[in-house]
């Protein structure tokens, strides 16, 4: 069975770090273009960072460029998620979600992790 | 690119048709094999989505044929044929038209009337 499974959420003080990890299975992970995508409580889908199948292209939405990393190990079969400096407004569910096809970015997401909740709390 | 929906919430009753708008800010035409880069997801409550449709009308395998995707360019359209129970849910249009960033559209909560 094709598998993302997010860990690493929890309760973070504003200003504060957290490293996101999604580990998949049942597919060549390494083939595979994965992004994270984020769900405020009660609000739409927001695509969060992306990233190429080798890790060598990276992308970014503006609300967390410049303070996060999008990363994969691809002999470990896993994504991560680096934020810093964490905000109010970055509280939300994070999943990961991996392209259907592989060798360009025109794909639709056809697999997601049932995500990992992150709460920005003092 | 900016994805638009309409409604925001829809109520229909069971076994009534329900229809669902998406309009992006630009084409989401693939001119090269004239494939519109656009899908739809279904998220059940306490649930990630789920994908219903990809280039705009194709469906994934076991969603039931009560689903259907339609439009080109700009206007898309989500229409279940005959509500039921299960179709609960809030309803996304996503283009992935380019390279990132990718965009969904607001969502559409769709409920039982």
């Known amino acids: 069975e094709v598998q993302l499974v997010e860990s690493g959420g929890g309760l973070v003080q504003p200003g504060g770090s957290l490293r996101l990890s999604c580990a998949g299975s049942g597919f060549t992970f390494g083939s595979f273009a994965i992004s994270w995508v984020r769900q405020a409580p009660g609000k739409g889908l927001e695509w969060v960072s992306g990233?190429?199948?080798?890790?060598?292209?990276?992308y970014y939405a503006d609300s967390v460029k410049g303070r996060s990393t999008i990363s994969r190990d691809n002999s470990k079969n896993t994504l991560f998620l680096q934020i810093n400096s964490l905000r109010a407004e970055d509280t939300a569910i994070y999943y990961c979600a991996k392209l259907k096809g592989t060798y360009s970015w025109n794909w639709y997401f056809d697999v997601w992790g049932r995500g990992t909740l992150v709460t920005v709390s003092s | 690119i900016v994805m638009t929906q309409s409604p925001d919430s829809l109520a229909v009753s069971l076994g009534e048709r329900a229809t669902i708008n998406c309009k992006s800010s630009?084409?989401?035409?693939?001119?090269?094999?004239?494939?519109?880069?656009l899908a739809w997801y279904q998220q059940r409550p306490g649930q990630p989505p789920k994908l219903l449709i990809y280039w705009a009308s194709t469906r994934e395998s076991g969603v039931p044929d009560r689903f259907s995707g339609n439009g080109s360019g700009t206007d898309f359209t989500l229409t279940i044929s005959s509500l039921q129970a299960e179709d609960v849910a809030v309803y996304y249009c996503?283009?992935?038209?380019?390279?990132?960033?990718?965009?969904f559209g607001q969502g559409t909560k769709l409920e039982i009337k």
């Open positions: 996503q283009q992935y038209h380019s390279s990132p960033p990718y965009s």
């Open positions: 990233i190429s199948s080798s890790g060598g292209n990276t």
């Open positions: 630009q084409s989401v035409l693939y001119s090269s094999n004239n494939k519109n880069n």
